[in-house]
Nanobody, 124 residues
Framework: QVQLVESGGGLVQAGGSLRLSCAASGRTFSRDVMGWFRQAPGKEREFVAG????????YYADSVKGRFTISRDNAKNTWYLQMNTLKPEDTAVYSC?????????????????WGQGTQVTVSS
């Protein structure tokens, strides 16, 4: 059974940092592109960051560019989202996702596998 499990969420003050992890099991994901999405209350799910199969290419939403860093460790079947200089508007449930497509996309429906999500709350 394929599972993606996020960890690392929590409550942090504005300006602080968190590191999210997504551990995958059930099969290897080294040939999948990976992404992080978030959804705030009353809002649609939005793309945050994505990373290519090899980890060479990364993509970010404009709202997080320069503050967030996505990375992956294929040997551990795990990928990460380092979030720095957090803002209250970053508050959301963050979910990791994997896609068998060869290119990173910002469209949630192109990702076949999803984690359950982890809450990130940034206080002002």
């Amino acid at each position: 059974q394929v599972q993606l499990v996020e960890s690392g969420g929590g409550l942090v003050q504005a300006g602080g940092s968190l590191r999210l992890s997504c551990a995958a099991s059930g099969r290897t994901f080294s040939r999948d592109v990976m992404g992080w999405f978030r959804q705030a209350p009353g809002k649609e799910r939005e793309f945050v960051a994505g990373i290519s199969r090899s980890g060479t290419n990364t993509y970010y939403a404009d709202s997080v560019k320069g503050r967030f860093t996505i990375s992956r460790d294929n040997a551990k079947n795990t990928w990460y989202l380092q979030m720095n200089t957090l803002k209250p508007e970053d508050t959301a449930v963050y979910s990791c996702a994997a896609s068998t497509l060869s290119l990173v996309t910002a469209t949630p429906r192109t990702y076949e596998y999803w984690g359950q999500g982890t809450q990130v709350t940034v206080s002002s």
